[in-house]
DNA sequence: TTAGTTTTGTACTGAACAGTACATAATGGT
DNA sequence: ACCATTATGTACTGTTCAGTACAAAACTAA
């Protein structure tokens, strides 16, 4: 009964998400926006509420693909050690059309917006504990099938295993060596044994 | 022969680069950076240029400093192992006026400004090759003394310790567990054993 | 066809931004 | 004492920003 939408809102705040993952929050504008998106200011305004809203909306739309796909890829890992490997690797490579130098989003807006936002810093810290309780979960169900040692502490290492990838995520921000940092995960996963 | 500046220019820049180091660069501006400072806009474009040259200076400022206070501290350790401990605690810790949740300035300009911007991809990777050196010659002497394993690749050990303490940077700006973290570095050392 | 409703596109708002012009003030050299 | 030179403080510039007013357009229900 009225005249109806011309886009996708979903389409629409995945592009808006692309646009905060490249540029950050602060370096984004609303003409950005608007123009990735393909729609105009009012139905923006409309539709997503103010730029703090879109954020936060473009930010939980990453969240909770970031960790739909992580978990698929650590339940699909013949064991625990491939499982936390291949989440490091994910972190550092260019599969499925990731693109390792735009980092993480959820890591990003740590450093931009969770010191200056209470929401953020709650909705990032709260992102990784998340990450770090799938890994916990993988390295206990190591322990069950006694692939890793029962000696282990899995919290104490899901944590430094997660706050590494959060360091592998960064450090792919200023081009470096590839190699070494595939080294680095190597050493990484050493803790497992 | 003229008159004589009223402000002592390296106190200033110590100054500015306090205030990008808790804001970041986008969301500080001239405002904010002219009162830190205490001085006028006039004095601020004719010593240290523009903004971006201010944050280059300020930044160059932030690496110099923390390079050498690194070193040092790496060098009051009795062991190899004791100067990694110190190290990664230095990154979480609140001592000596250390404000872990504002992170490292290096890694906030890592992801706020290096992927738009060659000039601060190449300083941010290189300020974190000097410190993966400065740690790779603690492991190296580790090694010649008998304390660490001859089998350990140091490159690689201190690449992937360094790249720990970024993800730690960054963790703290999430007002995170302090509990978990200290556990974490505590697993993260364990790579010396 | 028409009335009612929501979206769209254009064009605008005031505020904040980085950067600067210019007059005044403070010094040292002569 | 006075001039050349450099720093300072005020006030301004044009631009860009986030956010909005408003009218035209597109639809449904009756």
């Known amino acids: 009964m009225a005249r109806p939408r011309e886009f996708d809102e979903h389409q629409a ?4 998400m692309q646009v905060f993952w490249e540029k950050g929050y602060e370096a984004t504008s609303l003409s950005d926006l608007t123009s990735a998106m393909g729609i105009q200011r009012p ?11 879109l954020f936060q909306a473009a930010l939980s739309l990453y969240a909770e693909r970031s960790l739909a796909f992580i978990q698929k890829k650590l339940e699909s890992a013949p064991s625990a050690k491939a499982a936390v490997l291949l989440y490091l690797q994910g972190v550092v490579s260019s599969a499925d059309g990731h693109r390792p130098e735009l980092g993480c989003l959820c890591v990003n807006t740590m450093v931009e917006l969770a010191p200056h936002h209470q929401g953020f810093t ?29 000696t282990l502490y899995a919290p104490a290492l899901a944590s430094a295993i997660v706050i590494s990838a959060v360091g592998l995520a960064v450090t792919m921000k200023s081009n470096p060596d590839i190699t070494l940092v595939e080294q680095a995960v190597q050493q990484i996963i050493l803790l497992l044994d």
Not at 43 to 53: N, W
């Open 122 to 150: 709650q909705f990032t810290r709260v992102y990784q504990q998340q990450i770090t309780e799938l890994i916990q979960s993988i390295l206990e169900k190591g322990k069950q099938s006694g692939e890793l040692s029962e």
């Open 43 to 53: 139905s923006l305004y409309s539709t997503f509420g103010d730029k703090e809203s």
């Open 13 to 16: 705040l995945t592009a808006a």
